[in-house]
């Protein structure tokens, strides 16, 4: 069984450029979270979309955005990037939704550096 | 809101010591506990969860842990740590008012030959 996949695996961009990072849950997982990891904050909690539809969002601006399509396919897009978004973020896919509930797992990641 | 806290930002050992990892959490309710590794340039993989049940939870590669209501604790150990230990150690706990699962800032395990 194929695990999650992401992609692409590295990516640089500019200030005020916009990024779209995509995920592949595990086949048959219906739900995807996204996580922001860096070394000063550590793993930050971004959303989770469970049947195309956003369940729970952390504690981030509104330039971090997301959406999940009918075949449980995710989309994470950050508008008007800033420096600080430099990081690797992660997704996680699981069987149902409710983070608690059910085990998560974990793709590479995609490592963004912001210039 | 519910915290964790790992003690130790690095850990060092020898091949063949114990291994111990410190998780400490923030709650009045048993919540649901977890133990993730990372290895470099990779993403983070389970390797055990506490829910309900027996305390001591056994997980994949040697690691088990307790959790230890009392003490508010969930320590990771391995008894004899191997080189291809090495690696970033996550504890996460659940907030079940808030539907996340909280991380620790982690602990980067060295094993030496």
């Known amino acids: 069984k194929a695990g999650v996949t992401q992609t692409p695996r590295y990516l640089i961009k500019t200030r005020g450029q916009q990024v779209t990072l995509s995920c592949s849950p595990i086949s048959g997982h219906r739900s995807v979270s996204w996580y922001q990891q860096t070394p000063g904050q550590g793993l930050q909690f971004l959303f989770e979309y469970f049947s195309e539809t956003q369940r729970n969002k952390g504690n981030f601006p509104g330039r971090f955005s997301g959406r999940q399509f009918s075949n449980s396919r995710s989309e994470m897009n950050v508008s008007t990037l800033e420096l600080g978004d430099s990081a690797l973020y992660l997704c996680?896919?699981?069987?149902?939704?409710?983070?608690?509930?059910?085990?998560?797992?974990f793709g590479p990641g995609t490592r963004l550096t912001v210039l | 809101a519910q915290s964790v806290t790992q003690l130790g930002s690095h850990v060092s050992v020898s091949e063949g010591a114990l291994v111990l990892l410190r998780c400490n959490y923030s709650?009045?309710?048993?919540?649901?506990l977890f133990w993730y590794v990372q290895y470099p340039n990779q993403g983070l993989q389970l390797l055990l969860k506490?829910?309900?049940?027996?305390?001591l939870v056994k997980g994949i590669n040697g690691f088990e842990a307790e959790f230890k209501k009392s003490e508010t604790s969930f320590h990771l150990t391995k008894p004899s740590a191997h080189m291809s230990d090495a690696a970033e150690y996550f504890c996460?706990?659940?907030?079940?008012?808030?539907?996340?699962?909280?991380f620790g800032t982690g602990t980067r395990l060295q094993v030496f030959p």
């Open positions: 996460a706990v659940s907030d079940l008012d808030t539907d996340k699962l909280i």
């Open positions: 996680a896919s699981s069987l149902v939704w409710g983070l608690y509930t059910d085990t998560q797992y």
């Open positions: 709650s009045s309710v048993p919540p649901y």
């Open positions: 506490y829910t309900t049940g027996a305390t």
